[in-house]
């Protein structure tokens, strides 16, 4: 690394951490390792980020709340009542229960992007970065239960926060596997398009009804979907 450099295509990628928004360029050739500049600038938010030791511990009590319940048939003061403290440090945090509800999932998603880099850059071999990249998304959503994920896909400012992780998400996957192609890891299939069905992928699987339809959860949707995707649905002669 130089100069807070990884080397890798210079495309910038944007992503928010801990009330910052973090601008990612990505540079490639085909000698070297992917890796990526990391530049921060205030993120412009109106709301509350949580700074105290109390304040953190009730936004991931609040998201395992949320996790289990959603939070469109819970009333504020059972958010109270459930993690113990009072209506007014609730809106210390955030000024309604819509706001708490977009306060945890900005924290779901960040958490995951997060996770994400921290694992590509941990590995110089691709198809471990493909893995490592995408592995926090499967673990930090199993909590997630069909509740949730329904209040998320129909409160519109929620979804609009999944659509722009899942955006974002996708083209740094697509980088990671242009660098693959370009090393000779991959066969060299078109790296947007790979993206663009797995964004899809992603989005059938946030649906509920999908999830209904299939009979499986959250969870062994997204294991089977990385699995397909890092190892494909046919079986070798030797297998």
């Not at 440090?89 to 998603?109: G, N």
């Not at 941990?122 to 673990?139: F, M, N, S, W």
Request: glycine share 6%.
């Amino acid at each position: 690394m130089k100069d807070g450099t990884i080397i890798g295509t210079s495309v910038p990628v944007k992503f928010d951490l801990g009330g910052w928004q973090h601008a990612v360029k990505l540079v490639s050739r085909s000698d070297t390792p992917l890796v990526a500049k990391f530049e921060m600038v205030p993120k412009n938010t109106q709301r509350l980020t949580p700074g105290s030791d109390r304040q953190k511990e009730l936004l991931g009590e609040l998201e395992a709340l949320f996790f289990a319940n959603g939070f469109r048939t819970i009333t504020v003061d059972d958010i109270a009542a459930r993690l113990k403290c009072s209506k007014r440090t609730l809106y210390e945090i955030a000024p309604s229960k819509q706001e708490l509800f977009i306060l945890v999932i900005e924290s779901w998603l960040e958490r995951i992007r997060h996770l994400g880099w921290q694992g590509v850059l941990q590995h110089d071999d691709p198809t471990k970065r493909v893995l490592a990249y995408l592995e926090p998304g499967v673990i930090e959503s199993r909590p997630a239960s069909r509740q949730f994920l329904a209040d998320l896909q129909s409160y519109r400012p929620a979804l609009a926060l999944l659509e722009a992780h899942q955006a974002q998400r996708t083209k740094v996957l697509m980088e990671i596997v242009e660098d693959g192609i370009r090393r000779g890891c991959f066969k060299p299939f078109h790296s947007a398009l790979v993206a663009e069905l797995f964004l899809a992928a992603v989005n059938r699987i946030n649906e509920p009804s999908t999830l209904e339809r299939t009979g499986v959860g959250f969870s062994q949707a997204f294991d089977e979907l990385y699995k397909i995707l890092t190892t494909g649905l046919f079986l070798k002669s030797d297998e």
